[in-house]
């Protein structure tokens, strides 16, 4: 604890007793077989997936009984494929068989900025439709390869969220298994792989959906060392409260001081002992709430969701765990920028001057720009420590993102075009999507100009390319290093609808894998 938290939790008694003592809530297992007997003995519900003339065609189907199987062709032929539809009938009631059929039927083409992956689609059509609290339920999913499997396997987890509060909901335990079949046959290979990744991503969406009361930094950083418990060749450092100003990371530090938990910046550096290249940097935001700090969000309820202002941090630790877990041979350094903006009589102010890890000074003209800062300062850190050679940070950075790319696309300002393309090769590989925006230091740092210091900290002009742009004021503070770097704003696919995705994860792991090949 910093000595700005001990002053107050000698005053109000803090830190309290969160909801996060709890018991956890119950959720569904969710589990991937290769065996299509095991799925379907004792199942009460069956749900068939695949592209509408898949199913018409009829090879997904082979393996289940003939009512089912004529029931699922019945259902195809009048199916017409939409984003988040399905179609649901009774079965015959025959002795141990299922009582009811899903189909979805998914579209049998989709445009060149969707990925044939479909984990958009199945996640849409399965979040409202076969839920375990009926009993067992035997997912059948149709993949025209099988190495769509592990990001189709993300896109249905995240329709199973693993977090709940509803004193009314049932647990539901009843489990959910799917199992993967291309023309082929079934996918056998690399289940393990796929159970991670889903695990990941409901790891990353239990992590956002939590609200600040149970997941402070403090929480958080707990959270984090718990997440990667057992894992080989890591070790974990946190540079905490007034530590961070002694290791230069005043801006990190200016964000969070007035809250309650003590802002930190948490390194969990993966390095076998058989790693080659270069080590690769994967950074997070994890601004466990976003109050806008002294620029409150008080206008159309801007504030509510805020908790969701860790999406990024949250990808980032999934992605590792899942890197980690596959045993790759490439030393991995993540560090996560934990902090919550709040307001205080600590509060950082307009008007500001901080001068940043980098060396840079930054006159602070919006505190509702902090994710950048904490973002850069942790960049900087990172990249003059560890001394990478490629960059990725992830961040719930601007909502300028959904205006440039919209809610299901992040926006990918990436430093130089082959490290763009192999993140938007990552987001269609991974079901993940994203979309490049502008990288165009030349056009845009000219919006940070200050009168006083090196930088302000938000752009002068918000019609001039704002996502682009907010992402390029982290890269300002690294381009002085010979390094790769890309950023990944998620501010859109990381939640919506009230809910947490955990997007992010499947495209951070396709990516690091990609510059590993």
Known sequence: MDARCARRAAVTGWPTILLSSLAEPLMPKLDVVADLSSALQDAQTVVIVGRR?????GWPLTGLSAAVRD????????????????????????????????LVALHDKISRH?????????????????????????????LREAG????????ISRAYPHYTRKTSQKPLLHPVYVHFVTAQGPVQDGLQAIRDAGAAVRLAQRLVDMPTAELDTVAFEAETRKAIDGLPHIST??????ELLTKGLRGLHAVGRTA???????????????????????????????????????????????KCDMGGAAAVLGAFVTLVKSGIQRRIVMAIAMAENAIGPDAYRPDDIIEMHSGK????????AEGRICVADAASYIARTYRPKVVIDAATLTGAQLFATGKY???IVASDGELEATALAAGLASGDHCMPVLFSPELHTSEYKSTVADMRNSVADRTNAASSASGLWIYLHIDDLDLRWCHIDLAGPAYFDNRATGYGVALIDHMVRALQA
Not at 237 to 242: A, E, K, L, P, V
């Open 53 to 57: 003339a898949d199913l018409v065609d």
């Open 237 to 242: 450092t946190s540079i905490i409260g007034d």
């Open 148 to 155: 769509h499997a592990l990001g189709a396997y993300a896109g």
């Open 114 to 142: 969707l990925s044939e992956v479909r984990a958009l689609e199945l996640h849409l059509a399965l979040r409202s439709v076969a839920r375990p609290d009926g009993g067992k339920v035997a997912m059948v999913v149709a």
């Open 361 to 368: 000074t930054m006159e602070v003209n919006n505190t509702d």
């Open 260 to 306: 309650m938990a003590a802002p930190r910046l948490v390194i969990c550096d993966y390095n076998p002992p058989t790693a080659v290249g270069d080590p690769i940097a994967l950074i997070g935001k994890g601004l466990v709430y976003d109050t806008g700090g002294l620029f409150l969000k008080i206008v159309e309820s801007r504030m509510l969701t805020m």
């Open 409 to 411: 696309h992040a926006a």
């Open 71 to 102: 029931a699922a062709a019945r259902l195809a032929a009048d199916a017409k494929p939409a984003m988040g539809t399905s179609a649901t009938t009774l079965l015959p009631l025959t002795d141990g068989g299922p009582r009811s059929l899903v």
